[in-house]
Nanobody, 126 residues
Framework: QVQLVESGGGLVQAGDSLRLSCATS????????MGWFRQAPGKEREFVAA????????YYADSVKGRFTISRDNAKNTVYLQMNSLKPEDTAAYSC???????????????????WGKGTLVTVSS
């Protein structure tokens, strides 16, 4: 089992920045690829970003490319999502998730994830 706890959400204005963190415990963090997903009210969950187990590769949704950066610190068992130039359409509950294989994240999105956090809410006002 891998436990994941997100933090860092909040209410910001358009153009502001936020950094989300996802602290993990349980099995060896460096064995897992990590992803961030989001779900806006009334919408389906969507993929945001993913990172391989040793940060060799990253992958982003087109909607956040160039504004968001995913990173991880395997020594701290934590994955981050730096969000810059936030827009009202970024408002959502953001969840981190862990997958045994990076290719599963890219190919299957949420269906490829093995463990999930409960999420943290990000609200961007215009």
């Amino acid at each position: 089992q891998v436990q994941l706890v997100e933090s860092g959400g909040g209410l910001v204005q358009a153009g502001d920045s936020l950094r989300l963190s996802c602290a993990t415990s349980g099995r060896t963090f460096s064995n897992y690829a990590m992803g961030w997903f989001r779900q806006a009210p009334g919408k389906e969950r969507e993929f945001v970003a993913a990172i391989s187990s040793y940060s060799v590769v990253t992958y982003y949704a087109d909607s956040v490319k160039g504004r968001f950066t995913i990173s991880r610190d395997n020594a701290k068992n934590t994955v981050y999502l730096q969000m810059n130039s936030l827009k009202p359409e970024d408002t959502a509950a953001y969840s981190c998730a862990a997958a045994r294989y990076y290719n599963d994240v890219v190919a299957r999105g949420a269906d490829g994830m093995d463990y999930w956090g409960k999420g943290t809410l990000v609200t961007v006002s215009s």
